[in-house]
């Protein structure tokens, strides 16, 4: 009995070693489970990345977007549409790989912060597509509407098109900052009724410019309208 005392003792200061190796065993699969997960993250989002962005590039999106105020300010920043979404699904697809990987080491804290941020990553990608989208479509309708003012020769529609582009820019910049969850209460309250009086001085504007410039052509056109429909 006093030689299995004497052993305990010996022992005892050792079992925290143990303990410790014990542990390190049991975490190890984990460990390598996780290592790979992320290996395997690491590739899927770069080969994902790639696809996207070369669809995106066949698609023609940044030479559309280059066409823009907005894309012309991206470019000078050396960053392009294309590549813009090849980080964001890198980076989508890494986040996922790295909530997979803590999941599995069961660390409750980590796994709750990646989640939060893997969860709000389609927000973002929501947020770039309204405004890159908004963007091309309202410099795509400016453009024909600029185009027709200098056809027609009206004056003072030049004015009219620039102060429309920045109304129309502002409505789709708020459309967008809605998908990242920011509280805009505020913003709506002293914004809205001066965008809707903005709105309607603009509709006004234009409907009177166009009026008064088409006035004076109207009989031309109508002759040319009548001489299309004779021929025919």
């Not at 400016?142 to 409505?171: C, H, K, P, S, W």
Request: hydrophobic residues 60%; charged residues 15%.
């Amino acid at each position: 009995m006093a030689n299995g005392d004497l052993t305990a003792q010996v022992l005892a200061p050792f079992e925290p070693v143990e303990e410790l190796a014990r542990n390190v065993i049991l975490f190890l699969p984990n460990l390598i489970a996780a290592i790979i997960i992320l290996i395997i993250g690491w590739i899927i989002g770069r080969i994902l990345g790639r696809v996207v962005a070369e669809l995106l590039d066949r698609l023609g999106v940044d030479d559309a977007l280059r066409k823009t105020s907005a894309g012309k300010q991206i470019e000078r920043s050396t960053m392009n549409i294309s590549r813009l979404f090849d980080l964001i699904v890198r980076w989508f697809i890494y986040l996922i790989a790295i909530l997979a990987a803590v999941s599995i080491l069961q660390i409750p804290t980590l796994t709750a912060a990646v989640a939060a941020i893997v969860a709000y990553i389609p927000n973002i990608v929501a947020f770039i597509i309204i405004l890159v989208a908004g963007f091309i479509l309202i410099d795509w309708l400016i453009d024909i509407l600029q185009n027709m003012g200098e056809t027609r020769q009206i004056q003072g529609f030049g004015l009219i098109a620039m102060l429309l582009r920045a109304f129309l820019y502002f409505v789709v910049a708020i459309l967008a900052l809605q998908q990242l969850l920011i509280d805009l209460s505020i913003i709506y309250v002293f914004v809205v009724p001066v965008a809707w009086g903005v709105g309607l001085g603009l509709g006004a504007a234009i409907a009177i410019i166009v009026g008064l410039g088409m006035r004076d052509r109207a009989p031309e056109l109508m002759d040319q309208l009548i001489g299309k429909v004779k021929g025919e």
